[in-house]
């Protein structure tokens, strides 16, 4: 198995003491529309090796990236999502910072929930997806995809979506009753905004969840579904790095990449990832 950035790393900064900690999540067990997410964690890997160490002025991997074993996925969904929970506490609890790469939207909720139980504190997450992700279930399976934000808000984690363009009714009346905030995309990316400030009384934690349809299939065709209206690639990451001031990151996955045999698509994803690493590093050091 390849290694997140395994070209430009010292024996050092691959290490167990790494500061991130990688962990591949090759899951596809309810994608409704295109399929291939279970390659997702293998591309990016192998795209990683051509980043360059620089990003934003900082070196994500002077901090340290250990990739993990795959997980494995076989098994009743919330079982999975038990395995997954068990890898994100135990990485929290040891002081690191857990970098789930998926594989499809279900797996977030397994990833929030272990790093919810190692901190036994309020959590956010900042959701970038084409989808809300909040039916009560989808296709009689309630750790679907597009079921994964309703388990968790329904755990009492806060909310924050940006870039959503496609949601039923279900959906909206959830973001009413849970009080999820939202900025959707055809505002976002008609009036060009890539700074959206959290309300106050989100919480201090926050984890982030990018989901790669959240940007315009222009930029990312590879996913399973290519919602048009997206936002941009510097678009999104912005967002991201704007609602993380003030607040520090405890962890975060990117998912739904879906390669179909285009390496760019598979650097993009590679890209956000190191990206989201050194926002990390950023609030670090404010």
Same mark, same amino acid.
């Given at each position: ?50 980043? &360059? %160490? /620089?990003? *934003?002025?900082? $070196?994500? !991997? ?8 795959? +997980?494995?996925? @076989? ?6 999502? &038990? %395995? /997954?929970? *068990?890898?994100? $506490?135990? !990485? ?8 789930? +790469?998926?594989? @499809? ?182």
């Amino acid at each position: 198995m390849n290694i997140f950035l395994e070209s430009e790393l010292s024996v050092q900064e691959r290490s167990e003491d790494a500061l991130f900690r990688v962990i591949p999540v090759p899951l596809e067990r309810t994608v409704s529309y295109g399929s291939g997410t279970a390659a997702g964690p293998a591309a990016i890997l192998e795209a990683s090796n051509e980043l &360059e %160490r /620089l990003c *934003q002025g900082l $070196e994500p !991997c002077a901090s340290g990236i250990f990739t993990e074993e795959m +997980l494995e996925c @076989e098994g009743a969904l919330p079982e999975v999502m &038990e %395995r /997954l929970a *068990q890898r994100t $506490e135990a !990485c929290v609890r040891a002081g690191k910072l857990p970098v789930t +790469l998926g594989g @499809e939207h279900s797996l977030s909720y397994g990833a929030v929930t272990g790093v919810a139980r190692a901190l036994k504190q309020r959590i956010g997450i900042v959701q970038i997806d084409a989808h809300a992700d909040l039916r009560v279930a989808y296709q009689g399976e309630k750790h679907s995809h597009a079921s994964v934000m309703n388990l968790l808000v329904n755990d009492g984690i806060k909310l924050a979506q940006f870039g959503v363009r496609a949601l039923c009714t279900q959906e909206a009346d959830s973001r009413s009753a849970n009080g999820v905030f939202h900025v959707d995309a055809e505002e976002l990316v008609t009036g060009n905004i890539h700074a959206v400030d959290l309300p106050e009384d989100f919480p201090e934690l926050v984890y982030v969840s990018f989901d790669v349809d959240g940007l315009d299939p222009s930029q990312m065709p590879a996913t399973g579904t290519p919602v048009p209206g997206g936002l941009g690639y510097y678009q999104a990451l912005h967002l991201v790095e704007n609602a993380l001031k003030g607040r520090r990151c405890v962890g975060f996955d990117v998912v739904e990449l879906a390669p179909d045999g285009n390496a760019a698509w598979d650097f993009t994803t590679a890209q956000i990832v190191y990206r989201l690493m050194a926002a990390c590093l950023g609030q670090e050091e404010l």
